[in-house]
């Protein structure tokens, strides 16, 4: 299987909105609202920070938001601050039963 | 809240067997709520699936790995294993055990990780 294709880069500055989008295939992302998204710091296990496409853990802040149309799921940082730097995946369950991971996106804040 | 530990020899010799063991401490690995799976990532490189084991037994592998990945889950110790086969300088990564809780369909804990390097 394929890894969901993600940019391998972003940037922003403080306070602004950025988006990480995450394409898959129609027998996954585009099949079921079934898209995780984790963020990485250097050195750290990933963290997760949506699921279901568009549902955040009690613990994440509301800047986090995802969206999907398609094949594609997105996920939208608001209010940028410097401790969003990081690495972000996407993940998503397929009809296959398995899961698959996007390249992930580097996230730098200016 | 679950604590996950990773366990095993950091030092894999190319064409052996790569043996990792996750400890979950804090929750009980036989509960119907999760799965319980193993991730990796190549240094400076991306996440990829490895497997996923349910309590019960039933196991999803990712077609790439599946010839040579065996999962095993030990109730009674609150452990799950993984075993890769033929290992070469590509499988050098950090593993990651993770539990995956399925009301929400993601991973929503995970070890620490543990570098495992594939060298003679």
């Known amino acids: 299987q394929s890894a969901l294709t993600q940019p391998a880069s972003v940037s922003g500055s403080p306070g602004q909105s950025i988006t990480i989008s995450c394409t898959g295939t129609?027998?996954?992302?585009?099949?079921?609202?079934?898209v995780s998204w984790y963020q990485q710091h250097p050195g750290k296990a990933p963290k997760v920070i949506l699921y279901?496409?568009?549902k955040r853990p009690s613990d994440v802040s509301n800047r986090f938001s995802g969206s999907k149309s398609g094949n594609t799921a997105s996920l939208t940082i608001s209010g940028l601050q410097a401790e969003d730097e990081a690495d972000y995946y996407c993940?998503?369950?397929?009809?296959?039963?398995?899961?698959?991971f996007g390249g992930g996106t580097k996230l730098t804040v200016l | 809240q679950p604590q996950l530990q990773e366990s095993g020899p950091g030092l894999v010799k190319p064409s052996e067997t790569l043996s990792l063991t996750c400890t979950v401490s804090?929750?009980?690995?036989?509960?119907?709520?999760?799965?319980w799976g193993w991730i990796r990532q190549p240094p400076g490189k991306g996440l990829e699936w490895i497997v996923t084991?349910?309590?019960?037994?039933?196991?999803y592998y990712n077609p790439s790995l599946k010839s040579r990945v065996t999962i095993s889950i030990d109730t009674s110790k609150n452990q799950f294993s993984l075993r890769l086969s033929s290992v070469t300088a590509a499988d050098t990564a950090v593993y990651y055990c993770a539990q995956y809780k399925t009301a929400t369909a993601s991973f929503d804990y995970w070890g620490q990780g543990t570098l495992v390097t594939v060298s003679s």
């Open positions: 129609s027998s996954g992302v585009g099949y079921f609202n079934l």
């Open positions: 279901e496409g568009i």
């Open positions: 804090g929750g009980s690995i036989s509960s119907s709520t999760y799965h």
């Open positions: 993940c998503s369950y397929t009809s296959s039963s398995t899961w698959v």
């Open positions: 084991i349910y309590y019960s037994g039933s196991t």
